[in-house]
């Protein structure tokens, strides 16, 4: 297992002002602050290709891409140079009636590679900036084209769409809404597309029609506009594949249904690809991936592969329009939105991608990855393995034959309490988490290749036959750490 040692250890005393520091000062994201009162703060301080060391010097596998973003792996010195360049010929100007050359030239690059007429960008700095972005814009539309009343947002149940109010109100998790209520108004759930536990009756006589239950769950959709009042809803909000609650493909035609319906009801079909764009299924879009035309794009995290906060969204041609003419603008913008530097970074990513074919490669390699995480299905505690590209999620149940999920005191325990911090020790950096039924998701970098996919289901078919030696134990016996790491409510 990855146990290796950096040759340039870092010192001890450094270490231990950082952890003190980092107690006292820094506010982790989504962290229950108390684990780390009397236990370390996992500390990362460096990474190559695929690997992140630790500020002790222990190796990882990186197997979430920091979160889902670093794409083209670490230590890409080329990214870096580009940054630098960059910040060295023009650092910041905005593109607020202005605008600069990286900005222009990334804006025609992300027109080419988007599917379709989504041939104008709107650059932010994130993707819940992307999400909000691209609510704004729908209701904007709208109004511009005589049908003020369209305003509600459609999402699915268990889906994170961001943070900010906005995108929070279109996020599906009530447990990272609740403190924040009331939030904006007018945005609906549908049900998610779970086949693993597709309601009875969903899919067909015996439950095995994907098709059949991609059309029901899209129906859902349907449906929801219709008890709403098509004149009230703007937009639905998507993922390709739905990230949180484990990474559920959509059935086949699901996406073909749902654009039928956008379309009958006049409704803006937005792919939210934060995670699903720049190559993490195999495609520069998730759409691409499953053949079907949004109305807008949001995209963030990979474009940049992480080496500079960026995102976007990408919008049709007939959304545009309006905005096109007379004295019609849309009245929003964000001060680092379109940033030279970090349009230096993804054109030069986007680049990377081109010259090292990382869509074609995650393709070709995206079903030994699944081979690999499939054959831990001979353990009792898995129940399904899925997703597609390199993006999956393992599902893990107490009854295989029940598919009986654990309750919420064996998860906390499985998760928190053992799970996370286990994998952690063992060289992995993944995501343990249950804010659906509890999963372990894997998004490594996209250049990760066989080699890596078996060090990764070693690791965990070592911790997930030690895990099921602890279901049933609700002791939390060793719950600090790990408390902290998993995750829970991330995006
Ligand atoms: N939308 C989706 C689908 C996401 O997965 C995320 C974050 O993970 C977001 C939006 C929010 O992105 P950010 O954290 O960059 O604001």
């Given at each position: 297992?990855?146990?290796?040692?950096?040759?340039?250890?870092?010192?001890?005393?450094?270490?231990?002002?950082?952890?003190?520091?980092?107690?006292?000062?820094?506010?982790?994201?989504?962290?229950?602050?108390?684990?780390?009162?009397?236990?370390?703060?996992?500390?990362?301080?460096?990474?190559e290709?695929?690997?992140?060391?630790d500020?002790?010097?222990?190796r990882?596998?990186?197997?979430?891409?920091?979160?889902?973003?670093?794409?083209?792996g670490?230590?890409?010195?080329?990214?870096?140079?580009?940054?630098?360049?960059?910040?060295?010929?023009?650092?910041?100007?905005?593109?607020?009636?202005?605008?600069?050359?990286?900005?222009?030239e990334?804006?025609?690059?992300?027109?080419?590679?988007?599917?379709?007429?989504?041939?104008?960008v709107?650059?932010?700095?994130?993707?819940?900036e992307?999400?909000?972005?691209?609510?704004?814009?729908?209701?904007?539309y709208?109004?511009?084209?005589?049908?003020p009343?369209?305003?509600?947002?459609?999402?699915?149940?268990i889906?994170?769409?961001?943070?900010?109010?906005g995108?929070?109100?279109?996020t599906?998790?009530?447990?990272i809404?609740?403190?924040?209520?009331?939030?904006?108004p007018?945005?609906?759930?549908?049900p998610?597309?779970?086949?693993?536990?597709?309601?009875?009756?969903?899919?067909?006589?015996?439950?095995t029609?994907?098709?059949?239950?991609?059309?029901?769950?899209?129906?859902?959709?349907?449906?929801?506009?219709?008890?709403?009042?098509?004149?009230?809803?703007?937009?639905?909000?998507?993922?390709?594949?739905?990230?949180?609650?484990?990474?559920?493909?959509?059935?086949?035609?699901?996406?073909?249904?749902?654009?039928?319906?956008?379309?009958?009801?006049?409704?803006?079909?937005?792919?939210?690809?934060?995670?699903?764009?720049?190559?993490?299924?195999?495609?520069?879009?998730?759409?691409?991936?499953?053949?079907y035309?949004?109305?807008?794009?949001?995209?963030?995290k990979?474009?940049?592969?992480?080496?500079?906060?960026?995102?976007?969204?990408?919008?049709?041609?007939?959304?545009?329009e309006?905005?096109?003419?007379?004295?019609?603008?849309?009245a929003h913008?964000?001060?680092?939105?379109?940033?030279?530097?970090?349009?230096?970074?993804?054109?030069?990513n986007?680049?990377i991608?081109?010259?090292?074919?990382?869509?074609?490669?995650?393709?070709?390699?995206?079903?030994?990855?699944?081979?690999?995480?499939?054959?831990?299905?001979?353990?009792?505690?898995?129940?399904?393995?899925?997703?597609?590209?390199?993006?999956?999620?393992?599902?893990?149940?107490k009854?295989?034959?029940?598919?009986?999920?654990?309750?919420?005191?064996?998860?906390?325990?499985?998760?928190?309490?053992?799970?996370?911090?286990?994998l952690?020790?063992?060289?992995?950096?993944?995501?343990?988490?249950?804010?659906?039924?509890?999963?372990?998701?894997?998004?490594?970098?996209?250049?990760?290749?066989?080699?890596?996919?078996?060090?990764?289901e070693?690791?965990?078919?070592?911790?997930?036959?030690?895990?099921?030696?602890?279901?049933g134990?609700?002791?939390?016996?060793?719950?600090?750490?790990a408390?902290a790491?998993?995750?829970?409510?991330?995006?």
């Amino acid at each position: 297992m990855s146990h290796d040692h950096d040759p340039v250890d870092s010192h001890k005393l450094d270490n231990d002002k950082l952890e003190k520091a980092a107690r006292d000062h820094l506010w982790m994201h989504f962290t229950r602050l108390s684990a780390y009162a009397n236990s370390p703060v996992p500390m990362i301080a460096r990474g190559e290709g695929p690997y992140l060391w630790d500020t002790n010097g222990k190796r990882y596998i990186d197997g979430l891409a920091g979160l889902f973003v670093v794409q083209a792996g670490h230590g890409r010195h080329e990214l870096a140079d580009a940054a630098a360049k960059q910040a060295g010929e023009l650092a910041y100007f905005p593109i607020w009636s202005y605008a600069h050359p990286k900005a222009v030239e990334l804006a025609d690059r992300l027109a080419d590679l988007a599917p379709g007429d989504l041939n104008r960008v709107f650059f932010t700095t994130g993707g819940s900036e992307a999400v909000e972005s691209a609510w704004k814009l729908a209701r904007s539309y709208f109004k511009r084209v005589g049908k003020p009343g369209k305003v509600k947002a459609i999402s699915r149940h268990i889906a994170y769409h961001g943070t900010s109010m906005g995108a929070l109100s279109i996020t599906g998790l009530p447990g990272i809404k609740a403190d924040f209520e009331p939030l904006v108004p007018s945005t609906l759930r549908v049900p998610n597309t779970n086949f693993y536990r597709a309601p009875a009756g969903t899919a067909g006589p015996d439950g095995t029609d994907e098709e059949a239950f991609g059309r029901w769950a899209a129906d859902r959709i349907a449906e929801a506009i219709e008890f709403e009042g098509p004149e009230t809803v703007a937009c639905v909000f998507l993922e390709p594949v739905q990230n949180s609650g484990g990474c559920f493909p959509p059935p086949p035609g699901y996406f073909q249904r749902v654009r039928e319906i956008c379309d009958e009801y006049d409704v803006l079909l937005v792919s939210d690809e934060v995670i699903c764009a720049f190559g993490r299924l195999g495609e520069y879009f998730g759409s691409q991936r499953y053949g079907y035309q949004p109305d807008i794009i949001t995209c963030a995290k990979g474009m940049t592969s992480g080496y500079i906060p960026a995102g976007a969204m990408i919008v049709s041609d007939r959304l545009a329009e309006p905005f096109l003419r007379d004295t019609n603008w849309f009245a929003h913008g964000i001060t680092f939105g379109g940033h030279p530097v970090a349009a230096a970074v993804a054109m030069a990513n986007l680049d990377i991608f081109e010259r090292e074919d990382l869509t074609g490669h995650v393709r070709k390699n995206s079903p030994v990855f699944r081979s690999h995480l499939e054959k831990l299905l001979d353990l009792p505690i898995v129940g399904d393995v899925r997703g597609d590209g390199y993006f999956f999620g393992i599902e893990l149940v107490k009854d295989k034959a029940t598919k009986e999920t654990f309750n919420d005191d064996e998860s906390e325990s499985l998760l928190r309490g053992f799970l996370s911090k286990a994998l952690f020790d063992a060289g992995l950096y993944c995501r343990a988490d249950d804010r659906g039924d509890p999963v372990v998701q894997l998004a490594p970098p996209l250049i990760c290749d066989e080699s890596i996919f078996i060090e990764i289901e070693q690791i965990l078919r070592d911790v997930l036959t030690e895990a099921w030696t602890h279901v049933g134990d609700t002791s939390d016996r060793d719950r600090s750490p790990a408390a902290a790491q998993t995750h829970r409510d991330l995006g």
